[in-house]
């Protein structure tokens, strides 16, 4: 069963455009998650994280907003560049952190295009 | 430069040929961490570290050891690899156990292996 579940595999937006990348969860006890970004031949980096104290964090062009009563969260690109071209991954933690790592969704490849 | 670093970054090899992946950080971080990357199945953790001389399974351990002997290395071990093992992995590690008020987890490039 998986936990956090990415359903769009991939999505096209133009440059200059919102990118709007969205992450459900069904675990309740979770309440940490955080964003990777990942490009070919690379590994995943850090983009951005939110607790489930807040419903909003922003950095620079990248916001992520969370629902917690849908179990919902989505990310943000505010203006979509072509650099943003990527796979992007959502993931949690259990409250507390987690020994045993984070939960990652499938992942979405976004594809920003000129 | 602070980084993680895999080896080999590709690897084919043969059912049953014994084989390890290295990594290595030089964060002196205290927890380490492998993946493995699935097309359809995003990103499943196999072993962690918490510290030295200290391992847990993941989700996806079987078929695969670890050991941690050192602070900064934290090999990956295949002592039969079967074709099913053939998957994109990624080591990672960060200073503590992943959490908020933690660093959030550094990975390295990967290592692309291929098990005939």
């Known amino acids: 069963d998986q936990q956090v579940k990415q359903n769009s595999p991939s999505l096209s937006v133009q440059e200059g455009r919102i990118s709007i990348l969205n992450c459900d969860y069904t675990?309740?006890?979770?309440?940490?998650f955080l964003w990777y970004k990942k490009y070919p031949a690379e590994g995943p980096t850090f983009l951005i994280s939110?607790?489930?104290?807040?419903d909003k964090n922003e950095d620079g062009r990248f916001t992520v907003f969370l629902n917690k009563s849908a179990k919902h969260l989505s990310l943000h690109i505010v203006p979509s560049q072509p650099g943003d071209s990527a796979v992007y991954f959502c993931?949690?933690?259990?409250?507390?952190?987690?020994?045993?790592?984070?939960?990652f969704g499938k992942g979405t490849h976004l594809i920003i295009q000129p | 430069e602070a980084q993680v670093t895999q080896n080999p970054r590709y690897l084919i090899t043969v059912t049953g040929k014994k084989l390890t992946v290295t990594c290595s950080q030089n964060?002196?971080?205290?927890?380490m961490s492998w993946y493995r990357q699935d097309p359809g199945l995003g990103l499943r953790q196999i072993y962690y570290?918490?510290?030295?001389?200290?391992?847990d399974k993941g989700d996806v351990p079987e078929g695969y050891k670890v050991s941690r002997k050192e602070k900064r290395n934290f090999p990956l071990i295949l002592e039969s690899p079967s074709p099913n093992q053939t998957s994109l992995y990624f080591c990672?590690?960060?200073?503590?156990?992943?959490?908020?008020?933690?660093?959030?987890?550094?990975f390295g490039n990967g290592t692309r292996l291929t098990v005939t």
């Open positions: 990672a590690s960060s200073f503590d156990r992943p959490g908020p008020n933690n660093s959030p987890l550094h």
């Open positions: 675990n309740s006890m979770f309440d940490y």
């Open positions: 939110i607790s489930s104290i807040k």
């Open positions: 993931a949690a933690l259990p409250s507390g952190g987690g020994a045993d790592g984070l939960t």
């Open positions: 964060m002196n971080h205290e927890y």
């Open positions: 570290s918490m510290n030295v001389e200290v391992t």
